[in-house]
């Protein structure tokens, strides 16, 4: 397994921007997120947030991930989802293995749901995208809702210029809530319902991996100098702690970093 050595790219001469809040799972996607707004020139307040979900191991991995990429601060905040269930993720029946008990929809024979066609509703996120239609039983009840709500929250107390999530909806798992509707939906909230917001300067909602596949984004982070070895995707752990390799979030990763032509260092030999 990887340590906590500093990984992470800033090129010389890049101006500060300010102050960004990066909300940081300790998966994949996340960390690349908060490498990319590093990069970029801000200064990130990493927030994770313990919401009840099983592969508690994410959480240690946020820490590791936040300390190596340079987060200026690094909060936790307990807030337990899991109270009203709703999802297998939070402990609601089983966790889908090899593509079952997925809520309608087939997951691809390569290990990813199949993106939707640019343009249509269930790219857009419009309200009329199959209703629950392909969205599996880890899909957490208005988790992003949820947790980017809480970032708008510390990036306007902390006078954050931008909020920084790592949602996809190209390799993704069906979530409405990983849809470029749903971000520019949150946008409007920014605007219209914070003091920021009234005042003309509404933390901008950042999605850099929207539109990118899991292996471009992998090769994203690595040009960035992200140690993948420090991050965590499995929903179902083995006993030994380490990764299932049949949940669907670790046959996306898996696709990603074979159509990456990369080796995934989690899995290397003696991580």
């Not at 990887?2 to 994949?28: Q, T």
């Not at 539109?211 to 030994?240: F, M, Q």
Request: glycine share 12%; aromatic share 6%.
């Amino acid at each position: 397994m990887s340590g906590s050595a500093r990984c992470g790219y800033r090129p010389e001469g890049v101006a500060p921007k300010g102050r960004a809040v990066v909300l940081l799972s300790g998966g994949l996607d996340s960390a690349t997120a908060l490498a990319i707004a590093h990069a970029e020139g801000w200064d990130c307040l990493a927030l994770t947030v313990r919401y009840g979900q099983r592969h508690e191991l994410e959480v240690e991995r946020a820490r590791r991930v936040a300390e190596a990429l340079g987060a200026v601060e690094h909060r936790l905040i307990d807030l337990d989802l899991s109270a009203w269930g709703g999802s297998s993720l939070v402990g609601d029946g089983e966790i889908p293995i090899d593509g079952a008990n997925v809520a309608g929809g087939a997951v691809a024979a390569e290990g990813g749901r199949v993106a939707p066609e640019p343009g249509t509703p269930a790219a857009t996120g419009a309200p009329e995208a199959g209703g629950a239609a392909g969205i599996p039983s880890t899909y957490v009840p208005a988790r992003n809702t949820v947790l980017l709500s809480l970032a708008l929250a510390w990036a306007e107390a902390s006078g954050a210029g931008a909020i920084f999530l790592g949602v996809s909806a190209v390799d993704f798992s069906g979530y409405p809530d990983c849809r470029p509707g749903f971000i520019a939906a949150f946008q409007e909230v920014a605007r219209v319902a914070t003091r920021a917001g009234l005042e003309g300067r509404a933390p901008v909602i950042r999605a850099p991996l929207l539109h990118k596949s899991k292996a471009e984004t992998i090769r994203w982070g690595l040009a960035l100098e992200v140690d993948y070895g420090l991050t965590w995707s499995c929903y179902n752990p083995r006993p030994d702690g380490r990764p299932c390799r049949s949940c669907d979030s670790c046959r996306l990763r898996a696709r990603g970093f074979a159509e990456a032509e990369v080796e995934d260092p989690l899995l290397a030999p003696g991580a």
